[in-house]
């Protein structure tokens, strides 16, 4: 299945994608009313290391993924591959932030837990983060293996 | 083509039912069942409460999981004995089911300490499974007035989801903090002031000794007069069936980290067994729910002739009341260090001992945690870490650059 991967020597640290990201799932059209004067929860998170190299973190979609063994609500299912919240299901215990070895599953800001779901649930149907990447740095793409870089 | 049997119907049972279905798509797999509910998420009966959740909801697997998974589920029905010679066991009407192996799966329930006059309370509810919600939820009025016996994890869900219901709401409990099984006493005293901004009253390191009706003499002299009594004292594990089969059994059911009883083809999974806790080496009880699938999955591959180990189990709770949330994991070793950092509305605790972080206590900022959670699972050396780092904020930025690839660029 294809996943979200980065690069982190072309990411430049402009944090873009996780206002694409808190754009792409704020179920609204208009950037400017979906993010302005607004505290954004991004699904995505860019990191600085201690040599000043950034790099932007989702949701591996890990192929035994302990966020589904560990959520208390059955709200979080794995569905070809891809691991879904059930939003109607989740009471905000955020276990799954317990659990998730990434820090990849978030609050949403309203007390509930949130992560990426490629964008298959959104208008965009493709993650927006890699879309809106100025300089390529996040990939959607099949890898197989585990390689040793890029 | 074999004969599975999985007693109980809870998580742990669904864990292994995926388990075995991940090995073995042909063989039968039968579900003594005593509850009428399909497998539901227990620690979701306070969010019911509160109305945050509706038994539909509750369900933890879709509508069609037992017939998607060849799964015979028999309601309403216990099993009476385990007989591991012959390998059946006889349910409560008088039936055998043999089996080619088995899993116990149990779970605990309610420990009721011998009270003085306890019979005398009319309206007197445990808090453990849908059927006690129910109940509870049909006792209280707007006007009632409900003690709580018990200031642990189940008495405080159950007061914060019984709060919007009901005219006022004491939690006593014979601790003098509350969850003192996974808060220390600054912890829990930031946890108390905040249920208390919310209206539940404590009287702690004091509880009931003797009821009259619908009043309560505590151990102090005082009296607590209530409408309705919850008796949330703690849980004890349902052992009996291995016991009396033959199976080893201390506190809980001992299993291994393949889950395997002392007895052959018999497995257990979930808050009827003991298993080791990693964070501080010892064998304990660990009732909770993440624990308690993992266990059944592993018990489910193993009984259909895969290879599976759970050994990286530590005590974990998330636990939040009215808007505060807390994490903890691991344990406190006997000489660990603790670094901390500490205001009015957060407080991170962090215990290490011999390179390794051990266990954590956190309040009021659940940003990322599962990175210590990882720190914890993995017993990874924080010399090999950037700790001063993590310290602060939990961050992948601070584990390496190898493992950042590995993580990053790759499938894990």
Known sequence: MKRIYVKEEWCLGCHLCEYNCAFANSGLTDMVKALRDKPIYPRIQVETDENGVTYAVSCRHCTDPICVKSCIAGALSKKDGVIEIDHSKCVGCLTCVLVCPYGAVVEDGSGVAQKCELCMKNSCGAPACVKGCPNGAIVYEERQAVPASD | ?412
């Not at chain 2, 909801?57 to 009476?80: C, I, Q, S």
């Not at chain 2, 006690?132 to 939820?137: I, M, V």
């Not at chain 2, 956190?362 to 959670?373: E, P």
């Open chain 2, 1 to 412: 083509m074999k004969h599975y049997v999985i007693i109980g119907n809870g998580v742990a049972a669904a864990g292994c039912i995926e388990g075995i279905r991940s090995v073995d798509t042909e063989s039968s797999i039968t579900v003594i069942s005593a509850e009428q509910h399909p497998v539901y998420c227990r620690p979701l009966i306070s969010y019911y409460l509160e109305q945050k959740t509706d038994p539909e909801r509750m369900n933890y697997r879709t509508p069609t999981f037992y017939a998607d998974h060849g799964v015979t589920v028999l309601y309403g029905k216990t099993a009476e004995k385990i007989d591991a010679g012959t390998r059946q066991v006889t349910l409560n009407t008088g039936e055998t089911l043999p089996f080619d192996a088995l899993c116990n799966a149990t779970g605990s329930a309610p420990f009721v300490p011998p009270m003085k006059g306890l019979e005398t309370v009319r309206e007197q509810f445990t808090f453990m499974t849908l059927d006690d919600a129910l109940s509870l939820e049909k006792a209280v009025t707007p006007e009632s007035k409900v003690l709580i016996i018990g200031a642990g994890l189940i008495g405080l869900k159950c007061a914060e989801g019984l709060h919007d219901r009901v005219r006022e709401i004491t939690v006593c409990d014979l601790a003098p903090r509350v969850l003192s099984s996974i808060l220390d006493e600054t912890c829990a005293a930031m946890m108390q002031k905040h249920l208390e901004a919310n209206g539940i009253e404590f009287l702690l390191g004091n509880s009931a000794k003797e009821f009259k009706g619908n009043t309560a003499i505590m151990q102090n002299g005082d009296k607590v007069d209530f409408d309705v009594l919850v008796l949330a004292v703690g849980v004890r594990p349902n052992t009996a069936l291995i016991k009396n089969a033959g199976g080893d059994v201390n506190r809980g059911i001992r299993v291994d980290a393949a889950c395997r009883t002392s007895l052959p083809e018999i497995y257990a999974a979930g808050d009827c067994t003991e298993y080791r806790d990693i964070s501080a080496d010892t064998d304990k009880i660990m009732a909770l729910m993440p624990n308690a699938y993992m266990q059944g999955h592993t018990a489910g591959v193993n009984m259909a002739g895969g290879e599976a180990v759970f050994d990286q189990a530590i005590p974990m709770n998330s636990i939040g009341f009215f808007g505060l949330h807390c994490h903890t994991a691991g344990s406190q070793p006997e000489g660990c260090e603790m670094y901390e950092e500490a205001d009015e509305k957060h407080i991170k605790r962090l215990f290490v001992k011999d390179d390794k972080l051990t266990g954590f206590m956190l309040i009021g900022h659940m940003h990322r945690t599962g990175i210590y959670t990882a720190l914890i699972r993995n017993q990874t050396p924080l010399s090999t870490v950037d700790f001063a780092r993590l310290k602060l904020e939990p961050q992948l930025a601070a584990m390496g650059s190898a493992y950042r690839s590995k993580v990053l660029k790759g499938v894990v």
